[in-house]
């Protein structure tokens, strides 16, 4: 299996057998590089959306739409998106919480999350226009997107692939009880936490200490949404403190930091 971390909380995974999944590939108003843009995903199987805000999800129609991709959010974020653009209803998965999807011999388990909280995105992430969005456009942006695309259901996605290796994208979740129920019964190998500044030792440390607290938990971690955002963004996410919290509490962990659009393979035998 080969992954690759595409900015905020994006990834791209390539399966042993070629099936090609992507997680919130959010590629194109960002203050980052992204190491590809929407139109150059010329192929997807599935495309699978944590919640519907738009650093998340502005991307999602045209790639949907262009790649004949399964997508899989929940129904009102699915009704959001076609009033943005029209998706071919053949390729729409409405779920919920532990619906369980076949797509391409993998098999894709939704797990549940919570978002965080008004305050705490305001603590972790500074205004829009204090941030250097002098032009409003990026807010502009944010506003006509989110008009149509009210509702978002917040959850992860833990994908069991042909080989039988098993990877977890935590989606933008804060601590829950049921992250440990998950951990346990479905045993990650990976997982993909949320890192975001201001929070890096706690919401980022506290998920991997949830799902890995019975010592059953995954063997390597990846964090997602620890970049800039916006334009001049002065918060940024220290990963070092991340990785430093968790190596302290879990010595045996492995946790890569992924630089952007660098792949990384991982074989079952692993484990």
């Known amino acids: 299996m080969r992954l690759r971390w595409l900015g905020c909380s994006g990834y791209e995974i390539i399966t042993d057998r070629g099936t090609v999944i992507y997680i919130d590939p959010w590629l194109t108003s960002h203050a980052f590089n992204a190491p590809i843009s929407a139109s150059d995903i010329e192929r997807a199987d599935a495309v699978l959306l944590t919640h519907a805000h738009f650093d998340h999800a502005e991307d999602l129609p ?116 049921e992250l440990a129920t998950y951990s346990e019964v479905l045993r990650p190998q990976i997982a993909i936490v949320q890192v975001p500044p201001k929070f890096e030792d706690s919401i980022g440390l506290e998920n991997v200490k949830a799902i890995c607290q019975k010592g059953i938990g995954p063997s390597i971690i990846l964090p997602h949404h620890h970049d800039k955002i916006f334009g001049d963004q002065s918060t940024i996410t220290d990963v070092n403190l991340f990785v430093k919290g968790v190596k302290q509490a879990f010595p045996e962990l492995k946790v890569l930091n992924p630089k952007l659009g660098r792949y990384y393979q991982f074989e079952l035998q692993y484990w």
């Open 62 to 177: 045209e790639i949907v739409k262009r790649t004949g991709a399964v997508l899989l959010a929940g129904k009102e974020e699915i009704n959001g998106l076609n009033q943005i653009e029209r998706l071919p209803r053949d390729q729409l998965r409405p779920v919920q919480w532990d619906d369980i999807v076949q797509v391409e011999g993998c098999k894709i388990h939704v797990t549940k999350a919570k978002h965080m909280t008004q305050a705490q995105i305001e603590v972790s992430i500074p205004s829009i226009k204090e941030s250097g969005d002098k032009s409003g456009e990026f807010q502009a942006k944010v506003n006509e997107f989110q008009a149509k695309v009210r509702e978002i259901l917040p959850k992860g996605f833990l994908i069991t692939m042909e080989s039988g290796l098993r990877i977890w994208h935590l989606g933008s979740c804060i601590p829950i009880p």
